[in-house]
């Protein structure tokens, strides 16, 4: 069964590239950079470090593997790989260990609090980039959780971390909690992302809230609040939030599932809780009707900005770094960015314009 699988999975992988490519045109005449793109999966994903990336691509999924695609149209992107359900921390640090070809550290002090290795997996043989520096600046995407991890790894980039200063000598410190590499980093793009939290798994679950090094933990709303108070935005950054949804307003003022959205199974039940919960959050936060409307997994209100953060909606025409810069929202399910499982969805139009309108700017 399993070589059928594969077999199966090799002649789609064959033919939908050349089919999801028809149509892509690159004109490079307007670009002002060509950064690398960075890709980081969300909750559950995987990305290139992985081996079940080479049979499923995490982005492209049945479409085959979007970011080969890219890359053969003269694009340079790379899919990153970190702890599926783990912590925005610990995949921050995964992620800056894999850009810079390091191993893993996640800290004197944030080992010992929560009681794990300090050290994690080495990529000094196998680094994701060739070079990452203030001249050879990068963009970050994460979908879903991925945001939170990318912008977390940002804010570290830019300011340390002043913890992990005072528990460890000058000597053993990793570069990522020392600050001051703010203008690594080009351009933040979230794609779905809880950013303000998310009510999939209810607001006041305390079987999350247990563990605080978890996925789980971050994204509840009180903690994703919490977390954006710590990730101030930098003038030399360029972000952008694009927020998904599936669903749709009736008359009566109800939600319901778009019918023109293809909405993955994995979002079904999911989505219909969202779409009838309101509330207030252990920590005070009211949830209320403008939280109904999601993807089957995230909040659209939530995908947006950062609350704390300055914001305007998306016009290609004034973009400034600083500032949040909010897109029109996309109609689709939480998977559409990765090119949904059942029903493939051609996502490298999309992505290629966006390309295409960051290495304008």
Known sequence: MTRIVSFVMALLMYFFPALNLSGITVDKTNWKTDYDYVYCHGLNGWGSYDLQNTVLPYWGMLGGDMIKNLNSL??????ASVNPDGSAWDRACELYAQLTGTRVDYGKAHSEKYGHDRYGTDFSKKPL????????KINLLGHSFGGATIRLM??????????????????????????????????????????????????DDPERLKN??????????????????????EDCTYYFAIPCSATVQKENGEWAF???????????????????????????????????????????????????????????ANI????????????GDHMAFCGDLFRPNNIR?????????INEI
């Open 129 to 136: 980039l060739t070079a990452w520096s203030s001249e050879h």
């Open 154 to 203: 940002a804010g570290l980039m830019a300011n340390g971390d002043r913890e992990e200063q005072a528990a460890t000598a000058a000597d053993d410190l990793s570069p990522l909690f020392t600050g001051g590499k703010a203008d690594w980093i080009y351009s933040i793009t979230t794609l779905a992302a809880p950013t303000n939290g998310t009510t999939a798994y209810g607001f």
């Open 320 to 331: 400034t770094p600083g500032i949040w810069n909010v897109a029109e929202v996309y109609r």
């Open 74 to 79: 003269g694009y340079k992107c790379h899919s």
């Open 349 to 357: 139009p999309f992505f290629a314009a966006w390309m295409n309108m």
């Open 258 to 316: 778009d019918k023109s959205v293809h909405v993955e199974i994995s979002c079904m039940a999911t989505g219909e809780r969202m779409m009838n919960l309101t509330g207030t959050t252990p920590g005070g936060y009211v949830v209320d009707e403008t939280w109904l409307e999601n993807d089957g997994m995230v909040n659209t209100v939530s995908a947006g900005a950062p609350f704390n953060a300055p914001s305007q909606s998306l016009d290609k």
């Open 212 to 233: 605080h090094d978890t996925a789980a933990y971050d994204m509840h709303i009180d903690c994703a609040l919490a977390l954006n108070e710590r990730i101030p935005t």
